[in-house]
């Protein structure tokens, strides 16, 4: 913060930003070790995805997701094909890289290229890939590529205050709760308070340690255990700040 003399007076204005271009995200692909984000692809994808987001045991994914479950598999593809073509969202899937399987999808949302803003959403995970090393190295790879390829500044996560999965997920994964907007959305008839939480660029190099950190094999036994918690080095993180000051 800087303080400009207006003739009456001193008054405080934000620090300048670096207006360099930043760039929009397209339909790309994002490499890990243990999965790749790559285009919509419906007809290689959607079988897969319907049959494992669809079933008694998948039915608490689609809670608070705004649309689904799809009564048949006709209306998911058409749904999907549509949502493949789309800029923004911008539609990933979730390929696991050993065995080629379609796992989740996820999305790019409100992108915003005068602000340098855009959000991370539409995460439907199938059960079998929650809490997986390859879901957390999906979200690593999308953080990654909007700070350091794109250069946007502001990264969000939202969800229904009544999440507790998700708002757990955004601090393990280093967002920071910023909070709750009150009667913000209807969701399929019902309220929704939505919790807010953000990662900024000047924080993102320790997330980004603590990241690999964690994806490191050495950071799991040999019965597949973590050693170290992702939340402990992310809140490590937040407590040491940001990583560069903030400048006129």
Known sequence: MRNVHDGQGLLPMGFAVDVARVQKPQHTTLSGKLISLVPVDVQAHAKALYENLHGPESNRVWHYIAEG?????????????????????????ILD???????????????????RTMEVGNILYTPAFQRTSGATEAMY?????????????????KCDVLNER?????????????????????????????????M?????????????????????????QQKQSLSDLTFRASKLGRSAPLRD
């Open 141 to 157: 790879l999308m953080a990654r590529h909007v700070f350091e390829d794109l250069g946007f500044r502001r990264y969000e996560w």
């Open 69 to 93: 479950p799809y009564g048949d598999f006709s209306s998911f593809e058409q749904r999907l094909s549509q949502l493949a073509k789309t800029v923004d969202p911008l539609l990933f899937t």
């Open 166 to 198: 998700s708002r757990r997920a955004a601090l393990r994964l280093g967002f920071t709760f910023e909070g709750i907007f009150r009667q913000h959305m209807i969701i399929k008839g019902r309220n929704r308070d939505t919790a807010w939480y953000s």
């Open 200 to 224: 900024l660029d000047v924080e993102w190099p320790l997330r980004k340690a603590a990241f690999e950190r964690w994806l490191q094999p050495s950071n799991f036994d040999s019965a597949g």
């Open 97 to 115: 890289n050993a065995s080629g399987n379609a796992v989740g999808i996820v999305a790019y949302l409100r992108i915003d290229l005068i602000h």
